[in-house]
């Protein structure tokens, strides 16, 4: 089946304008994740998402950071007023709990650069 | 929160060799994954192995969660291999599905 979908993979953009990352997760699953992996760096985690809940935030570096995730399905991470050190790829995960199995799905990742 | 470590932090391989890169995780855990990311930046799912061992071609995984480590075995390695191996892991104490703990990374080059 399909698995994690990201877009756009690449975005050039300016200090401080806003920028929207989208994530389609694998159909059916209900956590969805955010990281961010810095060059040459392991991954951070963001915001995480699970079923109606409300989302566990406590990654996200600034307010300029905000998640959302619509009808349980697709979500998008944006980034206001951008800042160089917001450069990064920024990798979507989805899971699904069966069987007391955790395991964490990764999209091909958004490449973003601020200039 | 749980820590994990990854050794050693750079490996370099000639083609035909074996390796095995370890992982160090601080607390029970309820999920442990190891990743490959390709030089494109993909994480490729390797194993999910909290506890016991798995063995898929080349590679196999072992965790032995008591000790509170996994072992990622390379068996003949070849320069498609090349890359970042991650382990992941996820402690107990966290219910449901809350996010993995990734270690800093395990950077192979395989050489022909």
């Known amino acids: 089946g399909a698995g994690v979908s990201q877009s756009p993979s690449n975005k050039v953009t300016e200090k401080g304008k806003d920028v929207e990352l989208r994530c389609d997760p694998i159909s059916g699953h209900t956590a969805l994740y955010w990281y961010r992996q810095s060059l040459g760096q392991g991954l951070e985690f963001l915001i995480y998402f699970q079923g109606n809940s409300a989302p566990d935030k406590s990654g996200l570096p600034s307010d300029r950071f905000s998640a959302e995730r619509t009808g349980g399905s697709v979500s998008t991470l944006t980034i206001q007023r951008t800042q160089q050190e917001d450069s990064a790829v920024y990798l979507c995960?989805?899971?699904?709990?069966?069987?007391?199995?955790?395991?964490?799905?990764f999209g091909p990742g958004t490449r973003l650069t601020v200039t | 929160g749980i820590q994990v470590e990854q050794s050693p932090p750079d490996l370099i391989l000639q083609e035909g060799a074996n390796s095995t890169l370890r992982c160090n995780f601080s607390d029970s855990v309820n999920n442990l994954q190891w990743f490959h990311q390709n030089p494109w930046g993909q994480l490729i799912n390797l194993f999910y192995i909290p506890s016991g061992t798995k063995q898929n071609g080349r590679l196999s995984a072992t965790t032995v969660a008591t000790e509170r480590y996994s072992l990622l075995y390379i068996s003949s390695s070849q320069t498609t291999d090349s890359g970042v191996y991650f382990c992941?892991?996820?402690?107990?104490?966290?219910?449901?599905?809350?996010?993995?703990?990734f270690g800093k990374g395990t950077r192979l080059s395989v050489i022909a």
């Open positions: 995960a989805s899971s699904l709990i069966a069987g007391g199995r955790y395991e964490q799905y």
């Open positions: 992941a892991a996820k402690s107990l104490r966290n219910s449901g599905n809350t996010p993995l703990v």
